[in-house]
């Protein structure tokens, strides 16, 4: 299959995406449960002595590290690995052998033999698993679904990592309460059972597990595609190794600008979202007087501001769901709602009032399901399905690498100067970029394919000629 060659879903594939989209997001709203738990069991069952708040701070950055990690940088092995192989069978295996990683916490945690080291077994092994699962199943929907639809599925797909911020702690407290409940004789008589367990956060994590199963059962009766590669040759006849695989990824993308210029932008985004972790600080300090007077604890006002953000992600992808998307010039689809970000966290690095703040978090969070659905369509419609792993893993890799780095760096100024200065200032680098990106004649080219794969083959052709000079 050429890039130039129209993609034809095939029948009942809308369908198809629809059964396994519950199912996996079933399994992602579980997953936040475990995360949930997790936290709550290492706060009150492993740490619970407010003595020991140094060592919780260091098993929970552990524990964080520990999955982000792997799952960054293992993104171009496991892009590479779905390219070559049964795409289906790695979404079942991935959810089975978590279903397994579930089950396994839950025999230490009743067996109160979970400590950190095992702690950050896990959360490797997850995120592992989870960076295969999830090259496989980010290419295998666009095998499913007709391109006038990628925009709906993509924005059905932002829409459950929202859903499963706002349902996950508080379906996860319901379950972690209910064992004590039940030994209170709180419960019906059909649920006393559930007094037997000692721990509720083994409830929690245990529903996670089934979650998983269920996830790995779905695709089972589904007709799931995945290209058939005719490339996996090299020309001397000795077969393409995978780091041949993740290199042809890189070079995909090196050598079709109007992609490193959409990157680009989304490396500069990732690198303003840093910001997120300055959130408590200015909750903290900027809005103490605000929130003070109306009576609230810190506790209270953060609670708000992220319930905010929650609330807002999940109406943004509901809005770009039922409105389906742009049709053409998607780019402006990702550049408006990137400038409305931006200028959104402009206005909450100069706040001082919890309600504005609130407010402009929302704004930005249901920004984001917009940006990133159409942004998604793009690299589906543009790049051929036989090389999406490929191309998806190094995409990720680049633009989440800029996350923790900004991080990091958002750490020592703030330690230096004032948080709401700089989440303004980054907010106001955010707004210019995309505003001259408005203007830039490789992003405005981004979904002309034809001339997109001219210059390619120019820049190719370029390459070989200094190479053989």
Sequence with gaps: MSAATPYKAPPNGWRTFLIVWVTQSVSVIGSALTGFAITIWLTTGLYPDPSQKGELAWAL???????????????????????????KRTMMAMDVLNGCVSILTVALIAARQLTVPWLIVIAVLTSIFSAFHGAAFDTSYAMLVPE??????????????SLSGVLAPSVAAMLISLPLLARNGQLPAFATFLGQIQNGALLAIGVDGLTFFIAALAPLFLFIPSPVRTDLKADSGAKKTMWADIKEGVVYIWHRRSFLWLLGTFTVANFVGGTEILMPLIIKFQLAP??????FQIETALAFVTTAASIGGLLGGVLITAWGGLKRLRVFGVLVPMILEGLMIIVFGFSN???????????????????????????????????????????????????????FLMGALASRFDPGLIVAALGAILVVWC??????????????REWIEAKAAERAAAKRTIRTS
């Design 435 to 448: 505003v001259i990106g408005l203007f830039n004649p490789y992003l405005r080219k981004v979904e002309d």
């Design 353 to 407: 009032l919890i309600t504005i703040s609130c407010i402009v978090t929302g704004l930005a969070a249901a920004m984001t399901p917009i940006l990133n659905a159409h942004s998604q369509t793009i690299w589906q419609t543009q790049t051929p399905r036989e090389l999406q792993g490929r191309v998806f893993s190094v995409r990720r890799l680049i633009a989440q690498f800029s996350w923790p780095a900004s991080a």
């Design 148 to 161: 006038n639809k990628l925009p709906r599925a993509n924005g059905m797909m932002q829409t459950i990592w």
């Design 61 to 87: 950055a552990a524990f964080n590290l520990a999955f982000a990690i792997p799952i960054v940088f293992g993104a171009p092995i496991a892009g590479a690995f779905v390219d070559r192989y049964d795409r």
């Design 290 to 295: 605000d929130w003070a007077a109306h009576g």
